[in-house]
């Protein structure tokens, strides 16, 4: 079993930085790929971001490209998202979830085997 939970949303500016944090428990953290999506009201959960189990390979949707970067650090069981120049289409309630793979992440809710609460990010014009 692995528990996620995300924290670090909250209210921004246009144009400014959050980070956002998704820590696990659980044992072999690092034999999972993580992804983190989005969901604005009334639309879809949408594919952000995704690390693989090592960090030596990331995913990003064309809409953040440039903007949000992902990372992780295993010894702290961490996945993190920086997010810089934000724009108010960002806002959404943001998802980490896990997949146990040796794979890349998936773009794909439907693979995780985990999933956090979620975080807020309201991006203000």
């Known amino acids: 079993q692995v528990q996620l939970v995300e924290s670090g949303g909250g209210l921004v500016q246009a144009g400014g930085s959050l980070r956002l944090s998704c820590a696990a428990s659980g044992r072999s953290f690092s034999s999972y790929a993580v992804g983190w999506f989005r969901q604005a009201p009334g639309k879809e959960r949408e594919f952000v971001v995704g690390?693989?189990?090592?960090?030596?390979?990331?995913y990003y949707a064309d809409s953040v490209k440039g903007r949000f970067t992902i990372s992780r650090d295993n010894a702290k069981n961490t996945v993190y998202l920086q997010m810089n120049s934000l724009k108010p289409e960002d806002t959404a309630v943001y998802y980490c979830?896990?997949?146990?793979?040796?794979?890349?992440?998936?773009?794909?809710?439907?693979?995780?085997?985990?999933w956090g609460q979620g975080t807020q990010v309201t991006v203000s014009s």
């Open positions: 979830a896990a997949e146990r793979t040796s794979r890349g992440p998936s773009y794909y809710t439907g693979r995780y085997d985990y």
């Open positions: 690390i693989n189990w090592s960090g030596s390979s990331t």
